[in-house]
T-cell receptor, first 112, second 112 residues
Framework: QKEVEQDPGPLSVPEGAIVSLNCTYSNSAFQYFMWYRQYSRKGPELLMYTYSSGNKEDGRFTAQVDKSSKYISLFIRDSQPSDSATYLCAMSFSFGNEKLTFGTGTRLTIIP | GAVVSQHPSWVICKSGTSVKIECRSLDFQATTMFWYRQFPKQSLMLMATSNEGSKATYEQGVEKDKFLINHASLTLSTLTVTSAHPEDSSFYIC????????FGSGTRLTVV
């Protein structure tokens, strides 16, 4: 079993739809949870990070963490074609000089 | 925000030659940098953790004599792929930490 599981997709939705991306994990010691967006042939770009359980909102993006279920989500509201990318969840035991454990990434396409 | 510069962005080399990839933190000092490898449509796999002034820590299965990492200053880490072979062709990405994880734009290596 992988430490972090993420549906690879691909996922295609029409413009304006709400997108839900999810990851599950097995190690309850993870404390910091991140979502990255990666465009083709580019490095990942940090979208959001959260600590422990709870919700965090930033514009059209909302990150949720449910540590009791070992489940994290990223919601994208009013999706735009520019949101088309691969979305990677990542997590770590502490924040800073420690390696990240990534999910496999979900390829998302927003159809105009 | 924090910026990590990675060069070159794209390189082709002949089998048996060596290739050096540079990763620089432009506006912050990074005591720790991470090197990842990413195959097409797959997630990032951590290769090694680079610590300024000390030896890198390699992940299991990564050949340290083949992937030489040098972190000589707080703003520069290099990855040298020695005696490259076609199976080393991949997308290599570095990451540096300050108040979070910032990734470089990646280097696409093609060995012919």
């Amino acid at each position: 079993q992988k430490e972090v599981e993420q549906d690879p997709g691909p996922l295609s939705v029409p413009e304006g739809a709400i997108v839900s991306l999810n990851c599950t994990y097995s190690n309850s010691a993870f404390q910091y949870f991140m979502w990255y967006r990666q465009y083709s042939r580019k490095g990942p770009e940090l979208l959001m990070y959260t600590y422990s359980s709870g919700n965090k909102e930033d514009g059209r993006f909302t990150a949720q963490v449910d540590k009791s279920s070992k489940y994290i989500s990223l919601f994208i509201r009013d999706s735009q074609p520019s949101d088309s990318a691969t979305y990677l969840c990542a997590m770590s035991f502490s924040f800073g000089n420690e390696k990240l454990t990534f999910g496999t990434g979900t390829r998302l396409t927003i159809i105009p | 925000g924090a910026v990590v510069s990675q060069h070159p962005s794209w390189v082709i080399c002949k089998s048996g030659t060596s290739v050096k990839i540079e990763c620089r933190s432009l506006d912050f000092q990074a005591t720790t940098m991470f090197w990842y490898r990413q195959f097409p449509k797959q997630s990032l796999m951590l290769m090694a953790t680079s610590n300024e002034g000390s030896k890198a820590t390699y992940e299991q299965g990564v050949e340290k004599d083949k992937f030489l990492i040098n972190h000589a200053s707080l703003t520069l880490s290099t990855l040298t792929v020695t005696s490259a072979h076609p199976e080393d062709s991949s997308f290599y990405i570095c990451s540096a930490t300050e108040a979070g994880y910032t990734f470089g734009s990646g280097t696409r290596l093609t060995v012919v």
